[in-house]
């Protein structure tokens, strides 16, 4: 009897391996397309680019105000830490967006957050004090799934204001086979990581 319960347990096992090895593409490849967020864009009052220092995103977001999609450009971003050198990363970017033609009277500096939670905090303090209705929020698009739950749930008093979720569309992200590349694997696990975390902390 104990032989017999044996080898239906190695069956079972084997068969569930099996099932995954014959399907692992299909589910593997939807747990990072759940992680992106990409909501049909409407005009809005600003543009607000989450930073991370990636020029993706930023000219991502660019592409966007030139595109008449915002009226404002609000960069978040921390202090940059460089040898001689003390400054944010909202301003590095200020000087870029101004070298692709945005005017500087669009751009406004929120250097205070230093992970995504306080991005959608002073974010919001912005929005309010400049009577903004409206904005679509860009980042990476395997950080959209996290920036629009913990935006959503900053917001969650102010809905009066419109908030859309759009992804880089000049980063490489690909969802299929994500395993294979290191890439797309070190983004999805960490993002998966970050996402529980984020959840147990602020949304639950």
């Given amino acids: ?48 680019v989450l930073g991370s220092g990636s020029r993706n995103r930023l000219s991502y977001g660019v592409k966007l105000y030139r595109s008449g999609y915002g009226k ?33 009277q669009a751009i406004v500096l929120e250097e205070r957050p230093t992970s995504t939670y306080e991005d959608a905090k002073y974010v919001k303090e912005d929005m309010v004090k400049d009577n903004l209705e409206s904005a679509i929020v860009v980042s990476s698009p395997y950080h959209t799934r996290r920036s629009k739950m913990i935006f959503k749930k900053v917001f969650s008093d102010r809905k009066d204001i419109r908030l859309l979720f759009s992804p880089s569309d000049s980063e490489e992200f690909e969802t299929k086979k994500w395993w294979v590349r290191e890439h797309e694997l070190v983004a999805v696990v960490s993002e998966y990581f970050k996402l529980v975390i984020y959840i147990f902390k602020y949304i639950i």
């Fill in 1 to 48: 009897m104990r032989h017999k319960r044996l080898y239906i347990a190695i069956a079972v096992i084997s068969l569930v391996l099996l099932v995954i090895i014959i399907t692992h593409s299909l589910w593997l490849g939807s747990l990072a397309e759940f992680l992106v967020v990409d909501d049909e864009l409407h005009r809005s009052d600003a543009i607000v």
């Fill in 72 to 104: 404002k450009i609000i960069i978040t971003g921390m202090v940059i830490q460089l040898p001689g050198i003390a400054t944010t990363w909202p301003r590095l970017a200020r000087s870029e967006a101004l070298s692709m033609g945005v005017s500087e």
